[in-house]
């Protein structure tokens, strides 16, 4: 089992921004390809963006491409989602997830299938 928390989930004005962080647990999470994504009310878990387990390649839905950026720190088992000009269609509870034992990220592995560990969620809203 990986234990995934995330965090720095708030309240924000549109155009605002938010860092929202995810530590995982274990010594594979170097090595895990790490993503984000997001469940409003109503709506399906939809993918976010994702990054490979060494941090060398990104993936980014169309929906926030050139608003978020997604890195990590191994050294401190941490990726973060950085999320500017924020609208109110962002407002959701942020997941991250991890791939057991598999480090690639990219439009083929964008289903929440692909991902086996979960963490609790962070909740991000928007006022417009």
């Known amino acids: 089992q990986v234990w995934l928390t995330e965090s720095g989930g708030g309240f924000v004005q549109t155009g605002g921004f938010l860092r929202l962080s995810c530590v995982g647990s274990?010594?594979?999470?170097?090595?895990?390809?790490v993503g984000w994504f997001r469940q409003a009310p109503g709506k399906e878990r939809e993918f976010v963006s994702s990054?490979?387990?060494?941090?060398?390649?990104?993936d980014f839905a169309d929906s926030v491409k050139g608003r978020f950026t997604i890195s990590r720190d191994n050294a401190k088992n941490t990726v973060y989602l950085q999320m500017n000009s924020l609208k109110p269609e962002d407002t959701a509870l942020y997941y991250c997830?991890?791939?057991?034992?598999?480090?690639?990220?990219?439009?083929?592995?964008?289903?929440?299938?692909?991902?086996?560990?979960w963490g609790q969620g962070t909740q991000v809203t928007v006022s417009s």
């Open positions: 990054i490979s387990g060494t941090g060398g390649s990104t």
């Open positions: 997830a991890a791939r057991r034992g598999r480090g690639l990220v990219g439009p083929q592995f964008r289903a929440a299938r692909e991902y086996e560990y």
């Open positions: 274990g010594r594979t999470f170097g090595v895990s390809a």
